[in-house]
């Protein structure tokens, strides 16, 4: 059974950092992406990783100031925000087995179940 479990959420200021992990269980996918879901929004990409060397997408949005990186043999996935904006503020979801590099939450089969990120200004 396959199992996505984030964690690393929390309050912060703005033009703060925090780094989101997403622990994998039950599986191995070279293809994952970071979501998220701000208060009466619809889930948006925030970014993607895939391939060996890993290859990275990003959002407008979060560009510059995201990083998503992937640790194979611990079979973990990571956020790294910095220059957080009270517009970041969100449920972050990690997602796994969608098409390589795709943003479309639509196309991914394995969500976790979220970690909140709060930033006031």
């Known amino acids: 059974q396959v199992q996505l479990a984030e964690s690393g959420g929390g309050s912060v200021q703005d033009g703060g950092s925090l780094r989101l992990s997403c622990a994998v269980s039950?599986?191995?996918?070279?293809?994952m992406a970071w979501f998220r879901e701000r208060p009466e929004k619809a889930r948006e990409a925030v970014a993607a990783?895939?391939?060996?060397?890993?290859?990275?997408k990003y959002a407008d949005s979060v560009s510059g100031r995201f990083t998503i990186s992937q640790d194979s043999d611990k079979n973990v996935l990571y956020l790294q925000m910095n220059s957080l904006k009270p517009e970041d503020t969100a449920m972050y979801y990690c997602?796994?087995?969608?098409?390589?590099?795709?943003?479309?939450?639509?196309?991914?089969?394995?969500w976790g179940q979220g970690t909140q990120v709060t930033v006031s200004s």
């Open positions: 997602a796994a087995a969608g098409p390589c590099g795709s943003l479309d939450p639509d196309f991914y089969a394995y």
């Open positions: 039950g599986g191995t996918y070279n293809c």
């Open positions: 990783i895939w391939a060996r060397p890993a290859r990275t």
